[in-house]
């Protein structure tokens, strides 16, 4: 039987010191295992590239499912799991939901990887 991972509230930038600063606790290890598992995918990866690429900083998801040549319903649970880890935003504007990066998250977890990383 697999192990069930505690609940953690991913709406928010991770927020913990640099993994360079020494050891991490619990918490702080599982925050931001939970957001690297979301990106843990090509697929994700490819939907979170072709988001920050966008002119527009928003992209339908009929579009995002054209180009990375999947259905609209794989891509909506791909985009599920990056907004459960709190990487993307999604807007519903009548029958369509457009999506844009949350860019201060995904910062953020850059520099808990790496501080030097975004500057």
């Known amino acids: 039987m697999p192990k069930t991972l505690p609940v953690v509230d991913m709406s928010a930038p991770v927020c913990c010191s640099p993994m360079a600063a020494g050891p991490l606790d619990d918490e702080a290890a599982l925050e931001i295992a939970l957001r690297l598992k979301a990106l843990a995918d090509p ?7 072709l988001l920050f690429s966008s002119d527009a900083g928003e992209v339908c998801s009929r579009d995002l499912a054209t180009a990375v040549e999947l259905s609209e319903s794989t891509v909506s649970h791909h985009l599920t799991q990056l907004r459960k ?35």
């Open 85 to 119: 880890a709190g990487l993307v935003e999604s807007e519903r504007r009548g029958m369509n939901v457009y999506h844009s990066p949350r860019r201060e998250s995904l910062i953020a977890l850059c520099t808990v990887l790496d501080p030097n990383c975004c500057r």
């Open 43 to 49: 697929v994700r990866v490819k939907l979170v590239s």
